[in-house]
């Protein structure tokens, strides 16, 4: 018969150690986190070692092998005079481009979206949930079928291939998702507070002002940081509607990495790679904690 009585005997009488009991779990959790981590820090430490080796290094060596020494060359190279099959700027001019892009652009499309959800959450109006309704559709929607549209109006306002162009694009395109954030975490908002600075005599921006805004800080870092590496990280936009002075450093960097050169410079790409994902990758280590603490904060609201 199965199990034999022997089996049953044996865990009949088996008593496992408490201490393994108790710390086992935890143990394995540590392990899997471990494996876990290694795999999303493995391209980033290939990236990191490469773009420090010379090309004998990277000849000889394999890509986990540390360099020998610490040499920036290839760092100078991807920042100031490596060649990109167009010209032989490096990506400095490129990252400029990106910093005066998306410093006004996640700043005028947080200010938007706040608004937008104040006025949507607490001074509700006829017809304000089918609006609503109407603008989550840009959440979902492609961003690839309004590239034409898009190119028409900025053709018409005269912002064609210019930074301000990009500005304007990636404002109207966050405006869906930064208005949610806002709305969602603004219902939780009690309206007495409002209906009692009304009463006081306040109005539609001094509620906004003196109530609204010191109790968005989370959502708030929310929004920034989603809203930073959303438009710092873009391709489509940053590479349709850009000029040959106004592209971003995500197209300064796929045109430096498909150069036409017979030589290719691995460890100038990486180090350019580093350079393209340093701000995002700072962004969250500085304020990472706030991130998850807003989301945190607007995980039950609406």
Known sequence: PWPPSSFLTFTANFSPNPMIAKYLPRVLLYVILLIAAFFFFAPLYVMLVTSFKDAAQIRSGNLMSLPTSLN???????????????????????????????????????????????????????????????????????????????????????????????????????????????????????????????????????????????????????????QFTNIWNDFLFGVAFSGADSKPITVGLNNMANTSSSVKSYNVDMAAAVIAGLPTMLVYVLAGQYFVKGLTAGAVKG
């Open 72 to 226: 920036f060359d290839a760092w100078s190279l991807a920042w100031s005079s490596a060649c990109t099959g167009v010209d032989c700027r490096g990506l400095k001019p490129y990252f400029l481009n990106s910093v005066i892009m998306a410093v006004p652009a996640v700043l005028i499309s947080t200010a938007w979206g706040a608004i937008n959800g104040y006025v949507l959450s607490l001074w509700k109006f006829k017809g304000s949930e089918v609006l609503f309704g109407f603008m989550l559709f840009g959440v979902f929607m492609p961003f690839q079928v309004v590239l034409l549209p898009m190119s028409q109006v900025l053709g018409f306002l005269g912002l064609s291939s210019s930074l301000g162009g990009l500005i304007a694009v990636h404002c109207v395109a966050g405006l869906a998702g930064t208005t949610l954030f806002f709305r969602n975490y603004y219902t939780a908002i009690p309206k007495e507070l409002v209906n009692a600075a009304r009463i006081d005599g306040a109005g539609f921006w001094r509620i906004f002002w003196r109530i609204v805004m010191p109790l968005s800080t989370p959502i708030l870092m929310v929004t920034l940081i989603w």
